[in-house]
């Protein structure tokens, strides 16, 4: 639902500005995803101040979002089993209008069905459709007709994935059978991209893949690193314990798992920065880099900051951190991060783009070295697909290949830029072979100074997001020379 500004310089669909809702919103939102290269979070940013709505319906509109996004491909399978015409024959914005619909049908038990269908059919009629609202009431009939309310706990052509390894029964098969096709029964079921899936195959089990399909779809519950230098994990705990908010210790000290949902913005000592949102995998990544107080530091691909905070508190905010990007406005999130938190050591950098010219990148830092660098690299975010919603639809296989130059070439030029005896980071949100430990041998190849120290590779739900980080050293000239 792509539109050009209004004389007043609203880019908001009329329809939003008309009759704010949880329900219009997320229809608003998807629709934008799809006909540009916007992300949901960048859409909802530019449209909030002029449609606010309150905490209640904000919280439905990103379930929606969420939940529509993660399992297109699902609800496209439901849909096409109650429609005779071609789906490519249905208008792409009514498309969406009827995902939205059969996701609430679906996976949302809280909202009465009855409530689903009159709302999402007012909806069309609310966006100047109403030859759409007819059409909209016969397939979501034909759903509640599909639905059973009947669970299992096996997957099968007749059942629907839902949370938790739970099944919702259909009345009849609509998915391919997972004994005769595993891989098409995934993809479709789970709603994640069939070369995805027919990749992942090639190295884990069917059961280790529906595994990550429930993890994937599951809406993720946040996970807070404590800033140790204002406070540790016990205490935080008994602050979240007494705003009524249940949480567990996570697997590294730092680290606490909330078990229920919960805004960012609303947890106790927020403003105090007692703490920021880490996923345990990504900490991992700092941690093994293992930054020391006194270090120079350097952290390419910094932005938004959360590995730069976690290094200059592992550090004490004793000596120096340089955090890099291509984009100014994006150091401005590290630069608020790092305010909030009470750190001081950390300065911002823009830098160009690594893959124009490694020598004229590194030249960036006037022959500067350091002892340790950290790379967040640019990846596939194969192993956060359920964080990441635009992955399903927009990555392509050929997009690994491209990703995995641009992680060699940022990994080369870390390699220049630590000192002998330094040692390197290099960190993916991928799954991926190729944008991970085949980079690394790449780099081992080439170069006869470096060598690997350790690597580790974390899959989903094992316990936390998917993820890989190898840590590197710098050979001091006369070892390698005796190499």
Request: glycine share 6%.
């Amino acid at each position: 639902m792509r539109r050009e500004k209004s004389k007043s310089g609203s880019t908001v669909p009329p329809f939003l500005l008309r009759s704010p809702s949880a329900r219009s919103w997320a229809f608003g939102v998807l629709c934008e995803m799809q006909s540009t290269s916007l992300f949901a979070h960048q859409i909802w940013e530019q449209w909030s101040e002029e449609c606010p709505l309150d905490d209640r319906d904000r919280r439905l509109a990103w379930e929606l979002i969420h939940g529509t996004s993660r399992r297109r491909r699902t609800l496209e399978t439901i849909l096409a089993a109650v429609v005779t015409r071609p789906l490519d024959r249905i208008e792409p914005e009514l498309r969406i209008l009827a995902q939205l619909g059969i996701y609430q049908l679906v996976f949302l038990s809280a909202i009465p069905s009855h409530a689903a269908v009159h709302e999402t059919v007012e909806l069309a009629r609310a966006c100047g459709q109403p030859r759409w609202c007819g059409f909209l009431n016969g397939i979501l009939r034909g759903v509640q007709r599909l639905l059973t309310d009947d669970e299992r706990n096996e997957p099968s052509a007749q059942h629907v994935p839902l949370f938790d390894g739970r099944y919702r029964v259909l009345e009849r098969p609509v998915f391919p059978d997972p004994n005769r096709q595993p891989q098409e029964y995934i993809a479709t079921a789970f709603g994640l991209p069939f070369w995805l899936v027919e990749r992942w195959s090639n190295r884990e089990n069917f059961d280790e893949l529906v595994r990550w399909g429930f993890w994937f779809n599951t809406p993720a519950l946040l996970t807070l690193r404590v800033n140790r230098r204002r406070s540790n994990r016990e205490q935080m705990m008994q602050e979240l314990q007494a705003a009524g908010i249940p949480a567990l210790p996570g697997s590294c000290e730092e680290i606490i798992r909330l078990e229920a949902a919960a805004s960012v913005t609303q947890l106790p000592r927020f403003d105090d920065g007692w703490w920021t949102v880490q996923d345990e995998t990504a900490f991992q990544a700092c941690r093994l880099l293992a930054p020391q107080p006194g270090e120079s530091v350097l952290d390419l691909c910094a932005a938004p900051g959360t590995k730069t905070t976690c290094l200059a508190e592992m550090m004490q905010d004793s000596g120096s951190i340089l955090a890099t990007d291509v984009a100014r406005g994006r150091l401005e999130a590290v630069v608020q991060n790092a305010a909030r938190l009470g750190l001081t050591i950390i300065e911002t950098k823009v830098v160009g783009d690594v893959t124009k010219s490694r020598k004229r990148f590194v030249e960036q830092f006037a022959e500067r070295q350091f002892d340790a660098v950290l790379i967040d690299a640019p990846c596939s975010n194969t192993g956060v697909i359920g964080k990441r919603l635009e992955v399903r639809d927009r990555l392509e296989l050929k997009e690994i290949g491209e990703l995995a130059e641009i992680q060699f070439q940022l990994l080369s030029a870390a390699t220049d830029l630590v000192r002998p005896g330094g040692r390197i980071v290099y960190s993916t949100c991928s799954i991926e072979p190729e944008e991970n430990r085949h980079v690394v041998e790449r780099l081992l190849r080439k170069r006869d100074d470096v060598t690997l120290t350790s690597e580790q590779l974390f899959l989903p739900t094992h316990p936390a997001d998917g993820g890989y980080s190898a840590l590197l050293a710098k050979i001091e000239p006369s070892k390698s020379s005796e190499q």
